[in-house]
Structures are given as C-alpha cells and as structure tokens.
C-alpha cells in the first residue's frame, strides 16, 4: 500500500535505536499524509522494537493497547550505577562484581517478579507538577517519584557473561510485564539488591500486547510498502469478539444498546474492564460493547464503513 491509498489502521513499527517516538510518529505523518497519526506506549531513544502506531480512525483504539503487557529483551550490566540506569548517562558508581554468585543473582532476579512496587527512573518521563521527570533532573533538581504498583509476569536470564576480567557481569535477559514497569528500574534494583549497582545497556521491545516483532516493519520497509493492519484485523486480536446479527449490527451503529452477551469472555490479565470486539457478519468491526445489566452499550461505535476508512 503505498501513501495515497492509506486509510485507517495500525502500524507495527519495529524502531531504531536513537529515534524517539515522537520521530517516528512524525515519519508515520508523512508517509500516511495525515496529521492523524499516534502511538500507544513511548520508547526510549536508546531501545528498539515494536512501537505501534495508530493511522487516522484507528488511533481511537490506542487507549486500549496502552495498558496490554508488553515483552523485552534486555541485556543489564551489574557492576556500574549511571545517573540514567542506562548506558546513556554517565557512570555514577563502580564496584566490582567478580565475587557475586549466579545463584545470587538468580535469586535476586526472582525476589523481582511477580507483584512488586516500583520507583521509577528519575528521568523518565512521568509529570512531576506538570513537568517531565527528565526535564527536572537535566535542570539540575533532585527528583525521587513514587513507588507505584507493577506486575512482572517473568524475568528470565538466558546468559551471564563475565566482563573486563569479572569486574562486570553482563546478564541477557527476556522480560514480560505489566504496562508502566520500567525495565531500566529492574537493572538498577537488581544492582542495588546485590550490592554492586546495575544498569541497562540494550533493550529491544518484542511484544506490546497481541502485537509483536513478527509483523514489525522498519522505517525503510515502510518508506518502501506502507503496511498497515486494518481496524478489523488489529480489534480482533486485542478484544474478546461477539458476532452480531444484522438487526444488532444495525442498531449498534446508530448508537443503540443491544442484549448483553451471556457468553462474553472473562476479562484479560491485561484489561479487567477490556471491551468487546461487535462485528456485522459481513466481518466489519461496529463497536466496542461493554455490558451494563441486561443491555450491552456502546463504548465506541464505528460507523457502517468507517472502520475500514
């Protein structure tokens, strides 16, 4: 597809490494021609992987990816705290970590799964009396956030290297977690934990809910072939799905409620309050249903053809 046929879908970017993604949102504009571009959970300049952005209609969907679990993998270094907790600061302390276990730090990395409250980054880009974290730390202030509630679902170590004679270990790791963990957090609790300090030094995004690096395109493919997952397509992979008939079809798509489904399926890990996917039989995605008692109401509703626009 290329820029003068695109309607509305999702894009799964796969980002590189020192873009922002406000860089790649800006390049989604210009392939797409449309100001109606936006995504669904920032990247660090430094990481890589799946960004996915919403094009027109389908940014409306957005909110709802926001908050899926999302997957990494990553590579930390124990040995150097960075102001940062990642290579792009400058190294704030050094201890050796020749003589920390594996087995500490396997340890380690399990007292770290599961629910645990996490501080994040001082830099990150939470809004501290309506100013971004990082902001605040490169004018110089002392910002410590709150703790706040994440889930790490798993934390695996695939391999632990040992560095520079044992003076660093660098550990390989695949991540899966809750929206708003921050994986460069994790690096420096885990140093912290063992004593000798910790950050990131690579961090590559390979899931964002039911989306992952499989059907990620670069900026040069995209620039190339626009690919783009249509509405149907992408809500049928993030929502629980009903089938209408075509008398529902058609009042949902002037707005009206409908019979709640008795069968609907029980709420995701990721969302408890995830909506359901409604679709006319001919497969077109009317709306998002969420029941109330008796009645499904419409959260979202598409209308007949606006979906696929």
Not at 6 to 23: A, C, N, Y
Not at 214 to 233: K, P, V
Request: charged share 20%; net charge negative; with cysteine.
């Amino acid at each position: 597809m290329n820029s003068g046929q695109v309607h509305s879908g999702l894009v799964i970017v796969d980002k590189p490494q020192g873009w922002t993604s406000h860089d790649v949102v800006g390049r989604m504009r210009r392939l797409a021609g449309t100001r109606k571009v936006g995504h669904a959970g920032t990247l660090d300049p430094m990481a890589t992987g799946v960004l996915v952005v919403g094009v027109n209609r389908a940014t409306r969907l957005l909110t709802y990816i926001v908050g899926t679990s999302k997957t990494y993998t990553a590579t930390i270094r124990l040995g150097q705290s960075t102001i940062t907790d990642d290579a792009e600061g400058e190294v704030t302390s050094e201890v050796s970590a020749e003589v920390v276990p594996s087995e500490a730090i396997r340890t380690a990395v399990a007292a770290l799964t599961g629910s645990i409250s996490q501080v994040p980054s001082s830099v990150s880009a939470i809004k501290v009396n309506g100013e971004r974290a990082y902001n605040r730390v490169r004018s110089g202030e002392d910002v410590v956030l709150q703790p706040r509630p994440v889930t790490v679902h798993s934390f695996d170590i695939s391999e632990i290297r040992r560095l520079q004679g044992g003076v660093v270990q660098d550990l390989d790791v695949t991540v899966r977690c809750s929206s708003g963990t921050y994986i460069r957090a994790l690096a420096r609790d885990l140093g912290a934990a063992l004593g000798v300090g910790g950050h990131l030094t690579a961090l590559r995004r390979t899931e964002v809910g039911p989306y992952s690096l499989d059907q990620a395109s670069t900026l040069e493919e995209l620039a190339q072939d626009f690919r783009l997952l249509g509405i149907d397509e992408a809500a049928r992979a993030l929502f629980p799905v009903r089938e209408l008939s075509d008398s529902e079809a058609q009042d949902l798509s002037h707005g009206r409620r409908i019979g709640a489904s008795a069968d609907t399926p029980a709420p995701s890990a990721d969302h408890t309050d995830r909506p359901v996917a409604a679709f006319a039989p001919g497969g077109a995605l009317i709306a998002l249903l969420e029941n109330r008692g008796l009645e499904a109401k419409p959260a979202l509703v598409f209308a007949p053809g606006e979906a696929g626009a």
